[in-house]
Protein backbone atom coordinates (compact mmCIF):
# COMPACT_ATOMS: atom_id res chain seq x y z
CA UNK A 1 0.00 0.00 0.00
CA UNK A 2 1.49 3.05 -1.06
CA UNK A 3 2.37 5.86 1.69
CA UNK A 4 0.41 9.05 1.78
CA UNK A 5 3.20 11.74 1.84
CA UNK A 6 2.04 14.34 4.74
CA UNK A 7 4.19 17.88 5.58
CA UNK A 8 6.53 17.07 8.45
CA UNK A 9 8.54 14.35 9.58
CA UNK A 10 10.30 13.98 13.45
CA UNK A 11 13.65 13.40 13.58
CA UNK A 12 15.79 13.32 16.65
CA UNK A 13 13.69 16.50 18.69
CA UNK A 14 12.61 18.17 15.33
CA UNK A 15 10.10 18.68 12.47
CA UNK A 16 11.05 18.37 8.99
CA UNK A 17 9.66 18.58 5.39
CA UNK A 18 8.41 15.02 4.40
CA UNK A 19 11.45 15.13 1.58
CA UNK A 20 14.18 16.07 3.80
CA UNK A 21 13.44 13.18 6.41
CA UNK A 22 16.35 11.02 5.18
CA UNK A 23 19.21 9.32 6.14
CA UNK A 24 23.24 8.83 4.93
CA UNK A 25 23.62 5.62 2.46
CA UNK A 26 26.25 4.89 5.21
CA UNK A 27 23.64 4.39 8.25
CA UNK A 28 24.64 1.60 10.77
CA UNK A 29 20.94 0.12 10.49
CA UNK A 30 20.90 0.24 6.39
CA UNK A 31 23.68 -2.54 6.18
CA UNK A 32 23.02 -4.23 9.74
CA UNK A 33 19.98 -3.92 10.57
CA UNK A 34 20.46 -2.35 13.84
CA UNK A 35 16.83 -0.51 14.23
CA UNK A 36 14.36 -0.77 16.61
CA UNK A 37 10.90 0.59 15.34
CA UNK A 38 6.99 0.27 16.25
CA UNK A 39 3.87 0.79 14.07
CA UNK A 40 0.94 2.44 16.34
CA UNK A 41 -2.83 3.09 15.03
CA UNK A 42 -4.37 7.07 15.54
CA UNK A 43 -8.45 6.47 15.47
CA UNK A 44 -10.54 9.09 14.44
CA UNK A 45 -13.05 9.27 17.86
CA UNK A 46 -15.87 11.77 18.48
CA UNK A 47 -13.37 13.25 20.58
CA UNK A 48 -10.71 13.91 18.14
CA UNK A 49 -7.92 11.52 17.29
CA UNK A 50 -7.14 8.79 19.93
CA UNK A 51 -3.60 7.03 19.05
CA UNK A 52 -4.23 3.42 20.83
CA UNK A 53 -1.98 2.23 23.45
CA UNK A 54 0.64 4.97 22.71
CA UNK A 55 2.66 4.24 25.74
CA UNK A 56 2.93 0.67 25.79
CA UNK A 57 4.25 0.69 22.26
CA UNK A 58 6.87 3.15 23.20
CA UNK A 59 7.60 1.50 26.25
CA UNK A 60 7.93 -1.36 23.74
CA UNK A 61 10.38 0.25 21.78
CA UNK A 62 12.63 0.96 24.67
CA UNK A 63 12.58 -2.35 25.78
CA UNK A 64 13.53 -3.59 22.36
CA UNK A 65 16.27 -1.14 22.32
CA UNK A 66 17.90 -2.49 25.89
CA UNK A 67 18.14 -5.77 24.40
CA UNK A 68 21.21 -4.39 21.81
CA UNK A 69 22.32 -2.13 24.09
CA UNK A 70 21.09 0.54 22.04
CA UNK A 71 19.57 3.64 24.92
CA UNK A 72 17.27 6.04 23.28
CA UNK A 73 17.80 9.38 23.29
CA UNK A 74 14.32 10.32 24.16
CA UNK A 75 12.03 9.40 26.94
CA UNK A 76 8.58 7.72 26.33
CA UNK A 77 7.18 11.06 28.00
CA UNK A 78 8.96 13.20 25.35
CA UNK A 79 8.37 10.84 22.30
CA UNK A 80 4.64 10.88 23.63
CA UNK A 81 4.31 14.33 22.83
CA UNK A 82 6.15 14.33 19.49
CA UNK A 83 3.46 11.95 18.05
CA UNK A 84 0.96 14.28 19.34
CA UNK A 85 2.61 17.26 17.80
CA UNK A 86 3.20 15.02 14.20
CA UNK A 87 -0.08 14.44 14.16
CA UNK A 88 -1.71 17.64 14.84
CA UNK A 89 1.34 19.86 12.43
CA UNK A 90 0.22 17.33 9.62
CA UNK A 91 -3.80 17.66 10.50
CA UNK A 92 -4.62 13.64 10.74
CA UNK A 93 -7.82 12.76 12.19
CA UNK A 94 -6.74 9.40 12.16
CA UNK A 95 -2.93 7.78 11.13
CA UNK A 96 -0.36 4.97 11.40
CA UNK A 97 2.38 5.79 13.49
CA UNK A 98 5.99 4.95 12.76
CA UNK A 99 8.61 5.61 15.54
CA UNK A 100 12.20 4.19 14.78
CA UNK A 101 15.32 4.18 16.76
CA UNK A 102 18.36 3.17 14.57
CA UNK A 103 21.96 3.10 14.49
CA UNK A 104 22.90 6.32 12.21
CA UNK A 105 25.74 7.44 10.30
CA UNK A 106 29.29 6.81 12.05
CA UNK A 107 31.50 3.93 11.44
CA UNK A 108 31.27 1.15 9.12
CA UNK A 109 31.81 -2.16 10.96
CA UNK A 110 29.26 -4.95 12.77
CA UNK A 111 30.13 -3.10 16.44
CA UNK A 112 27.25 -0.04 16.51
CA UNK A 113 28.53 1.50 19.59
CA UNK A 114 30.34 4.35 17.87
CA UNK A 115 27.42 5.23 16.39
CA UNK A 116 24.88 7.74 17.00
CA UNK A 117 21.09 6.52 17.87
CA UNK A 118 18.79 8.33 15.69
CA UNK A 119 14.72 9.05 16.45
CA UNK A 120 12.78 9.51 14.20
CA UNK A 121 8.65 9.46 13.92
CA UNK A 122 6.96 9.25 10.72
CA UNK A 123 2.85 9.51 10.69
CA UNK A 124 0.81 9.15 7.32
CA UNK A 125 -3.33 7.76 6.47
CA UNK A 126 -3.21 4.32 6.16
CA UNK A 127 -6.10 1.73 5.68
CA UNK A 128 -6.44 -1.51 6.28
CA UNK A 129 -3.19 -3.85 5.91
CA UNK A 130 -4.85 -6.83 4.82
CA UNK A 131 -7.52 -4.92 3.03
CA UNK A 132 -11.27 -4.22 3.89
CA UNK A 133 -12.50 -7.46 2.22
CA UNK A 134 -10.07 -9.39 4.27
CA UNK A 135 -11.35 -7.68 7.23
CA UNK A 136 -15.09 -8.48 6.63
CA UNK A 137 -14.25 -12.04 4.49
CA UNK A 138 -11.34 -13.41 5.81
CA UNK A 139 -7.77 -14.01 4.42
CA UNK A 140 -6.15 -17.24 3.00
CA UNK A 141 -3.06 -18.33 4.30
CA UNK A 142 0.20 -20.54 3.91
CA UNK A 143 1.88 -22.29 6.75
CA UNK A 144 5.99 -21.21 5.65
CA UNK A 145 8.71 -23.17 4.29
CA UNK A 146 11.20 -20.63 6.60
CA UNK A 147 10.72 -21.17 10.01
CA UNK A 148 10.51 -18.84 12.87
CA UNK A 149 13.59 -17.18 13.79
CA UNK A 150 14.81 -19.16 16.97
CA UNK A 151 14.83 -16.94 20.59
CA UNK A 152 18.75 -17.77 20.63
CA UNK A 153 19.12 -16.56 16.89
CA UNK A 154 16.82 -13.04 17.32
CA UNK A 155 14.75 -12.56 20.27
CA UNK A 156 11.34 -12.15 19.29
CA UNK A 157 10.56 -9.74 21.89
CA UNK A 158 12.77 -7.16 20.60
CA UNK A 159 10.77 -5.75 17.49
CA UNK A 160 14.19 -5.48 15.31
CA UNK A 161 14.45 -4.18 11.82
CA UNK A 162 17.11 -7.06 10.92
CA UNK A 163 14.82 -9.72 12.05
CA UNK A 164 12.37 -8.92 9.45
CA UNK A 165 14.01 -10.50 6.89
CA UNK A 166 12.66 -13.83 8.40
CA UNK A 167 8.95 -12.23 7.83
CA UNK A 168 9.78 -10.77 4.47
CA UNK A 169 11.16 -14.02 3.05
CA UNK A 170 7.06 -15.88 4.38
CA UNK A 171 5.54 -13.07 3.17
CA UNK A 172 7.26 -13.44 -0.45
CA UNK A 173 6.62 -16.47 -0.87
CA UNK A 174 2.98 -16.86 0.43
CA UNK A 175 2.24 -13.78 -2.47
CA UNK A 176 4.40 -15.79 -4.95
CA UNK A 177 2.05 -19.21 -3.96
CA UNK A 178 -1.36 -16.39 -4.00
CA UNK A 179 -1.84 -16.44 -1.07
CA UNK A 180 -2.53 -13.35 1.30
CA UNK A 181 -0.40 -14.10 4.21
CA UNK A 182 2.07 -16.47 5.87
CA UNK A 183 1.88 -18.99 9.11
CA UNK A 184 5.53 -18.95 10.40
CA UNK A 185 6.16 -22.68 13.00
CA UNK A 186 9.07 -22.11 15.24
CA UNK A 187 12.22 -24.88 15.02
CA UNK A 188 10.40 -27.48 17.13
CA UNK A 189 7.32 -26.96 14.52
CA UNK A 190 5.00 -25.40 16.60
CA UNK A 191 2.85 -21.83 15.24
CA UNK A 192 4.71 -19.25 16.35
CA UNK A 193 2.77 -16.07 14.39
CA UNK A 194 1.87 -14.44 11.10
CA UNK A 195 4.54 -12.33 9.23
CA UNK A 196 3.17 -9.26 11.11
CA UNK A 197 0.60 -10.59 13.07
CA UNK A 198 0.06 -12.95 16.10
CA UNK A 199 -2.55 -16.01 15.74
CA UNK A 200 -5.21 -17.34 17.71
CA UNK A 201 -7.36 -20.07 16.74
CA UNK A 202 -11.31 -20.93 18.37
CA UNK A 203 -12.08 -24.47 18.75
CA UNK A 204 -15.36 -25.86 20.44
CA UNK A 205 -15.84 -21.88 21.43
CA UNK A 206 -12.24 -22.19 23.20
CA UNK A 207 -10.04 -19.50 21.90
CA UNK A 208 -6.20 -20.28 21.73
CA UNK A 209 -3.02 -18.72 21.41
CA UNK A 210 0.62 -19.64 21.22
CA UNK A 211 2.75 -18.48 24.51
CA UNK A 212 5.36 -16.13 23.29
CA UNK A 213 8.02 -18.71 24.12
CA UNK A 214 6.74 -20.29 21.05
CA UNK A 215 8.29 -17.80 19.40
CA UNK A 216 6.33 -14.78 18.98
CA UNK A 217 6.12 -11.10 19.70
CA UNK A 218 4.29 -9.54 22.57
CA UNK A 219 1.96 -7.98 20.48
CA UNK A 220 0.10 -4.85 21.84
CA UNK A 221 -3.27 -6.43 19.74
CA UNK A 222 -2.82 -10.05 21.29
CA UNK A 223 -2.82 -8.31 24.86
CA UNK A 224 -6.28 -6.06 24.20
CA UNK A 225 -7.60 -9.23 22.87
CA UNK A 226 -7.00 -11.22 25.68
CA UNK A 227 -8.48 -8.70 27.97
CA UNK A 228 -11.59 -8.26 25.43
CA UNK A 229 -12.17 -12.36 25.46
CA UNK A 230 -11.98 -12.19 28.89
CA UNK A 231 -14.30 -9.59 29.62
CA UNK A 232 -16.39 -10.94 27.14
CA UNK A 233 -16.59 -14.29 29.34
CA UNK A 234 -14.17 -16.10 27.13
CA UNK A 235 -11.09 -16.21 28.01
CA UNK A 236 -7.84 -17.23 25.96
CA UNK A 237 -5.72 -20.20 26.87
CA UNK A 238 -1.95 -19.92 25.84
CA UNK A 239 -1.38 -23.34 24.29
CA UNK A 240 1.15 -24.76 21.60
CA UNK A 241 -0.59 -24.90 18.65
CA UNK A 242 0.45 -27.44 15.88
CA UNK A 243 -0.01 -27.43 12.15
CA UNK A 244 -2.73 -29.62 12.30
CA UNK A 245 -4.57 -27.42 14.84
CA UNK A 246 -4.92 -24.72 12.09
CA UNK A 247 -6.36 -27.22 9.73
CA UNK A 248 -9.27 -28.65 12.30
CA UNK A 249 -9.79 -25.19 14.00
CA UNK A 250 -13.55 -23.42 13.91
CA UNK A 251 -12.27 -20.15 13.83
CA UNK A 252 -9.03 -19.07 13.17
CA UNK A 253 -7.86 -14.69 13.07
CA UNK A 254 -5.25 -12.90 13.15
CA UNK A 255 -4.44 -9.85 14.89
CA UNK A 256 -1.68 -6.79 15.54
CA UNK A 257 -1.82 -3.23 14.58
CA UNK A 258 -1.42 -3.14 10.96
CA UNK A 259 -3.88 -5.70 10.63
CA UNK A 260 -6.48 -5.25 13.29
CA UNK A 261 -8.09 -8.28 14.17
CA UNK A 262 -8.57 -10.26 10.48
CA UNK A 263 -10.56 -13.63 10.30
CA UNK A 264 -8.38 -16.15 8.15
CA UNK A 265 -10.38 -18.17 6.19
CA UNK A 266 -8.30 -20.79 4.64
CA UNK A 267 -5.51 -22.51 5.29
CA UNK A 268 -3.40 -24.24 2.84
CA UNK A 269 -6.37 -25.09 0.77
CA UNK A 270 -8.25 -26.86 4.17
CA UNK A 271 -11.41 -24.34 4.45
CA UNK A 272 -11.82 -22.62 8.03
CA UNK A 273 -14.84 -20.69 6.82
CA UNK A 274 -16.49 -17.21 6.48
CA UNK A 275 -16.06 -15.62 9.67
CA UNK A 276 -16.91 -16.68 13.33
CA UNK A 277 -19.15 -15.69 16.18
CA UNK A 278 -16.13 -15.67 18.37
CA UNK A 279 -14.08 -13.90 15.83
CA UNK A 280 -17.14 -11.78 14.68
CA UNK A 281 -17.37 -10.68 18.47
CA UNK A 282 -14.15 -9.46 19.31
CA UNK A 283 -13.49 -8.39 16.08
CA UNK A 284 -16.74 -5.69 16.30
CA UNK A 285 -15.63 -5.44 20.26
CA UNK A 286 -11.74 -4.57 19.06
CA UNK A 287 -13.42 -1.45 16.66
CA UNK A 288 -15.65 0.13 19.36
CA UNK A 289 -12.81 0.12 21.96
CA UNK A 290 -10.25 1.84 18.96
CA UNK A 291 -12.86 3.99 17.52
CA UNK A 292 -13.43 5.64 21.11
CA UNK A 293 -16.93 3.65 21.15
CA UNK A 294 -16.54 2.05 24.80
CA UNK A 295 -15.86 4.49 27.51
CA UNK A 296 -14.69 1.07 29.44
CA UNK A 297 -11.64 1.18 27.88
CA UNK A 298 -10.64 4.94 27.56
CA UNK A 299 -7.48 3.93 29.25
CA UNK A 300 -6.08 3.04 26.10
CA UNK A 301 -7.26 5.96 24.11
CA UNK A 302 -4.48 8.74 23.81
CA UNK A 303 -6.30 11.55 22.86
CA UNK A 304 -4.42 14.08 20.63
CA UNK A 305 -5.76 17.40 22.18
CA UNK A 306 -6.15 20.66 19.13
C1 LIG B 1 6.07 -10.25 13.91
C2 LIG B 1 4.92 -9.54 14.52
N1 LIG B 1 4.07 -10.22 15.32
C3 LIG B 1 3.02 -9.62 15.89
C4 LIG B 1 2.76 -8.28 15.69
C5 LIG B 1 1.59 -7.64 16.35
O1 LIG B 1 2.02 -6.74 17.34
P1 LIG B 1 1.15 -5.50 17.77
O2 LIG B 1 -0.19 -6.03 18.10
O3 LIG B 1 1.84 -4.95 18.95
O4 LIG B 1 1.10 -4.56 16.62
C6 LIG B 1 3.62 -7.53 14.89
C7 LIG B 1 3.41 -6.11 14.68
O5 LIG B 1 4.05 -5.31 15.30
C8 LIG B 1 4.72 -8.17 14.30
O6 LIG B 1 5.55 -7.50 13.51
Not at 99 to 119: C, K, M, Q, T
Request: glycine share 8%.
Amino acid sequence: MPVQPVEKVWMNGELVDWENATVHVLSHALHYGTGVFEGIRCYETSQGPAVFRLREHLERLERSGKIFMMEIPFSVDEMIAATHELIKVNKLKSCYVRPIAFRGYGEVGVNPEANPVDVTIAVWSWGAYLGEEALANGVRMTISSWRRHDPNIIPPAAKVTGAYINSVAAKQEAVHKGFDEAIMLNSQGFVAEATGENIFVVRDGEIFTPPLAAGSLGGITRNTVARIAADLGNPVTEMQIQRSDLYLADEIFCCGTAAEVTPVREIDGRVIGPPGPVTQEIQSKYFAIVRGEDEKYYDWLDFVSS
